[in-house]
Nanobody
């Protein structure tokens, strides 16, 4: 089984920065798209950023220019560098990694992290 562990959340002032990390462990034989989602209280979960195996990235419009997604395939890890944070960025952030847990099949499955709280407040 594949297990994802997130870290890096916390409380910061507006304009501050945080770097989230999400590391996958277990039977990881191949990986596909990696991404970050967030969910604020009373809101729907939304896609924040994704990165493909070819390093192609996509971002939620409201975070473009402020957030940067990156990866380290050797460590099965995806990062989210968040700069110039705003109060509206406050949410629980979840990572998701498409991975193959088997050497027999190349089919990818989505695995989710446990979520990490990001609070932006003065």
């Amino acid at each position: 089984q594949v297990h994802l562990v997130e870290s890096g959340g916390g409380l910061v002032q507006p304009g501050g920065s945080l770097r989230l990390s999400c590391a996958a462990s277990g039977s990881v034989f191949s990986v596909g798209v990696m991404g970050w989602y967030r969910q604020a209280p009373g809101k729907e979960r939304e896609l924040v950023a994704t990165i493909t195996s070819g390093s192609s990235t996509n971002y939620l419009d409201s975070v473009k220019g402020r957030f940067t997604i990156s990866r380290d395939y050797a460590k099965n890890t995806v990062y989210l560098q968040m700069n110039n944070l705003k109060p509206e960025d406050t949410a629980v952030y979840y990572c998701k990694i498409a991975a193959s847990p088997s050497i027999i099949s190349t089919r990818l499955f989505d695995f989710w992290g446990q979520g990490t709280q990001v609070t932006v407040s003065s």
